[in-house]
């Protein structure tokens, strides 16, 4: 059974550009990037022989290993580092066996796969970060051009007072921002080296460790940690949970989405992506199956990061084992449920008038809050309620629209005019603050 | 960024011919053997020509298919199946345009996908379940021969009343063989069609939609729901949470093993593998590692496939779409799981010398327990359990062996002699009906 | 702060019934019921003398215990049993000291723990079963009485080929059936004693171990296991899941109502419940936000149980205490969702009119599959997938009925007359083997 | 079955001032305080008579409500506010009839529900970061305490590197800092009303709303968000998540405590808490069995809070009532494991002595590292390192120590004399810059 080929569902879970940084390959690169960086610190502090780097550096291309090889000596050796050290030792050997002896030198598995790791995610979470902010300012044009669209509010999926999609969409808006920048402010707090030999000491650098681990992350571009880091994850849960607030975020959207596009609300559609096997009328809304499927799927992967933590004293036993496949996972589905959604608000169709016939088809029903709020005064808050919610309840009963059963009621006519009833039961007349929320989420974003 | 080449770790974290079952070609052949069943079924019913089979049959082989194009149009489609089942009618078209048209017919592209997952698994999970009775074998070779052998119980991580490590074998086997016939009876369970059409009537075949769902079954060689499944997901959630059960009990099984090989109890160890990048002297219980990271990655897993259950109407829009790539990980690791497990037992080394070692160096500390009930008939059971408590605490904190501060006390040497304090502190003549126990697994293995 | 009442929410997310046996003092009883039955057992097989049992089983009444104090205590020991044993044999030795003695003799902590909380659950557990059938019984009717009542079937939540409301039904009791039988299944697997003393060996017995655990079980309607099971947490893992699988269940029934009682579907609708603060129009689906909430609980909690699967040795620490709280709140929810499900399916109206409005609504574009396969014979699968699809895209951006896009169409009409298309379109026409599968359904369950 | 007394467990998993905050009472007092708010802040803008208030705050005290009548009216409503509002009025009202119209006036039961759980956050989390301040503190003071204290690295549960014991306790620090930090931002950021009316449009307050949200907000020393945040639940989850994070490190280090204080390697031991029901001489990690059951418990409840984010439209059906009592007990577990593990930190007994002497027991095999690194200039790095291996493991197979079997070797003597291999065999000598470790955790947390 050949496995050449990507995954099956590599591209519809994923982002192209997400994943290319997460692949196989790119690890490999990642952990060879780190090597290097390592040889080239202890040269640029006089440490070792400068001759020693080209060699090395020459050597280091993950395109020239053989990643069946790694695979299976990584199941043998329990970590993939331990014969990428040693394939990269015999090919610099090859050119410089003087050189193939500063390989590794001082530092363990851990410290090139965790900064391997760090240095994969450092490249990959800005593009998803990129997508955000794609589907960010999609959602802000739509808040702004649908700041008076006037919809049916609907809680537990029933109809109640009138929003705005403007509303709505500034709602998307302002979560995914917060989503966004936690995920930056994560990436950020993760973005340093680990790097600390056999058990965080140091010990084979003797008093230079310190001074060798500020050249090691200065040239990857990472920073230097209080203290080796290597059996404490947090700083990795953090960023799966901020991973997790991604997707979670994005999920709430795209239900929204599928819900309003139904094919009995209608409010939504997009333009067609998604064609049915067997029914020629269908398009589905693919791009919201990938967020809610990363929505579901990613709370158990930030759970598993999570369980991983309490790791055993210097190295962890099976837990940190357990979170080099989630953490790219995870970071793959949400650049793929980024992309999605970004895709999906750009394909975005509104449709004012099946917002305005659904709020109109309950006769009035979604608005008895502001007539009943309108009558408190009169005949006390409780026989308001009563009064309204037994007219409702009639209307629905015999099919009639609200207003026709309120307008065949004394008791509220002789509080509420005519006139003043149809302006209760206008919606566009009952959407408060709706416009200045609007207003203030368009505010920041562009502050 | 090329994707050749398997992912770095499918060989520590798999078990290749478990894996082989469940890799993207094994999934495509499946679905595929899906299709050819679905022409051959309605063929045999007469309800098409039977030279449709032949054409229908010869193209539909997985390495014929371009996988990296079935990826992106998955991601177009939403599903893998529509773009396949379009390649497969083109190629069965090259051949019989006729027979082209029977393709697919009836089905919905989640009977394709349900059914062939449903055909992975049953070919993958026993698989599984060799390994396990392999590992089960091992351990209750290793429950007979050390039916005698006594070492220290541990509570709360500290040493309790002794055991023998043939009870603790005996104890993994009996956990190993309820886990192992749990996932046979869930694939049992689960080993049925998806076939119902479009929205589960089956309506495109008339009134012979069940004769076909019968054929089809008996042609893949599984059976007929009561009804099409399409949006109820418990058979697959039972599978994964039955497949969750194992990778615990494996874990459990590995975490007692690295336990006890630590340095400082080495009551176990393993036949060399697993070797540092840095420390010469390190051999690592890597197989450990990778049942316990399976063990910290199938309950976000399992949680997951839970969590994707309530799924809409007649197809889940998300939940659906999070158990594709779910299910096969899930299967892989445990399978990867049940292989390590499988080989650290067979290379594991049993110390009797250190058992015993470690049982004496409590200095009978171990046994408070025997002396505690001996002395209960005569001083009350409070003034016991206090008495050998303190002398208990006197010999921790002067660091002498309990036996001589017991030998020291008036109150305990008037109740029992010397020879049976002896005696009481022999942790060999305190461990039960240890072997009896032993004895009721091994009959219950072998009957 | 006075903590008196029960928990705000205890009666929104459980059920009474259940709950009694799964309070703090349905535990304490539990555990003393085990102290009494392991008194009964040794007299019993004469190991102490008859007349210790009665002191103690007078004094083993839950009432009489201070719930705080116990509390205080345990937070001080680690478990609730040492200070229930303590206080257990204070009470006893005051009407007779000797059979004092006789409390917990040979048992450890863990025996009690577990045994009582598997009394507890095999308490509860039936009366959620109850439930399920309740409810069950209920789809069935429901089954039977809308064999031929035609909806719209729905995927990725649009409207599909159709359906009847039998079939939806039917889906349900089947799937509900099979978790019912599940979780009795996992609760008689469950049904075991827990008895091993402090590691397992029941050394403080001597010869008598296994008789004395074969007589405890008989008192307690519990079995022998083959082992004691102390570190082996699959039993309890499992029927957690089988929990998990129930609530997962109920979930995707509760989404289902929940979906097809929307305003603008209105297909199902509820007996009043669930009012709004505000809206007097209101109703809301309290039980379908119950069961929801509770398939969105237990994956976590099912996934805690696997998690906590890897105890140490003789017993877990960390792993075993995480269990106490979450196994009774988890029967506790599912407990709940099958009261509120039960009570919700006991209150839904079906709305036949609506199901049919909602189903011409489309025009006819939801029977595309129909039409599609009727031309496939003349024109070839794909021309005839082709202009279906554009007529029905014609008949949506022109906002017509399909059937008329459909009439206009030369190479549609040459090929099927107005009267086969006007059949075509009816949907009482397209529901295969609808009633068939209900049939299915309703056969099994009397069977 | 009387439901008095607390939960059995809730004094060992929790903590007492933390749970103060998050008991049902202390629930209902919550949404009191903001009914009277939203009154208050109504009358400090003249929008009401401020006649309205004191009736109102008079009555708002929860000990006068009956809280199992609250129970059982949540049960029928589907909150607890819809209730609660009730029973306010009707107290309000026997007091002041027209001020009972005002309670709760344009808000909605999600509005009181969720700023009332903001609410018991804001109060019970800082307690946690005070614990975790208290652990902290205990934590660098043994660091400095134990800089020079050498001991054991442990690297898969195998002696590894020396480290110390002061970097091992500094480590500790630095990520229970950050976890604490994570902490306190998490609730920073969710300190915030919900207060959005039944849409989030405020509409029952004209234009007058965002002033009302200001004022009450200020009331309650909490911000204004920039929108209603109903649906979008992110705050609480990512607060979920900085918990989850808390108990994780908890965890790490109660696993450490817990592995060097088994019998058999007896580097740390804590004054004693946690007896045994059975044996005399146990006793038990009670406090890090808290924290590993908390760390154990928190993922699957954070990621209940991650798959509960996809919230319907104006109001989730589901996944909002999901919440409800899983951040309280998340919130309440990570009290109760911070709690524990300062008493636990707090009673830790450092053993020097026995950590030199495990040190010693491997006859210098943990060393090997430093010698193979002295050899690697004159042997080259491979010879170097299969030379000592070999030594290694002829030492370990003949039970000797490492140094006698390297000074037995021509090819080792030649390289590096006596006195150079002593040196190099002595721990002491190789822990790099742990001091220098220290000092830098040591500063940042005093700076």
Partial sequence: MSDTGPPLYSELF??????????????????????????????????????????????????????????????????????????????????????????????TSQDIIDTGLVLQLSRAVPLIAGRLNEAGQRMRALAAAHVDTV???????????????????????????????????????????????????LAAFGK?????????????????????????????????????LVCGTLGKIARDVALLSQTEIGELSLALTGGSSTMP?????????????????????????????PQELERGLGGWQAEWEVMTELAQLTGGAARAMAATLGALEVHRDRMRANLDATGGANMSEAVSLALTPRLGRDAAHATVASAASRAASEGRPLVDVLRSLPEVMEHVGREVLEQLLDPTHYVGVAAELVERVLEIEEG
């Fill in 281 to 309: 009328h269908k398009h589905n809304p693919v791009g919201c199956a990938v967020a809610l499927a990363a929505a579901t799927r990613a709370p158990g992967l930030a759970a598993t990061m999570l369980s991983a933590m």
């Fill in 208 to 244: 230079d460790g310190l001074r060798v681990a500020e050249t090691l992350a200065a040239l990857l571009g990472l920073r230097v940690p209080t203290l080796p880091w290597h059996a404490h994850r947090d700083r990795m849960a953090s960023l799966a949970c901020a991973l997790g």
């Fill in 14 to 107: 994923g982002d192209a550009e997400v994943t290319a940084h997460l692949s196989s390959e790119a690890a490999v690169q990642a952990m060879l990037d780190v090597e290097v960086a390592l040889v080239r610190a202890q040269a640029a502090l006089d440490l070792i022989p400068r001759s020693a780097v080209a060699p090395v550096a020459d050597a280091a291309s993950a395109p020239h290993f053989d990643m069946r090889a790694l695979a299976a000596e990584a199941a043998r050796d329990g970590n993939v580092a331990i014969p990428l050290v040693r394939m990269l030792r015999q090919r610099v050997a090859a050119a410089d066996a003087s050189a193939a002896t500063r390989v590794h030198h001082g530092a």
């Fill in 151 to 201: 919809m049916p509010g609907r809680t537990w999926l029933r109809q109640a007072t009138p929003v705005t999609f403007g509303l709505t969409a500034a709602g998307w808006s302002d979560a995914l921002g917060r989503a966004s920048t936690g995920l930056r402010s994560a990436l950020h707090a993760a973005s340093v080296i680990q790097f600390g030999g056999a058990t965080g000491t």
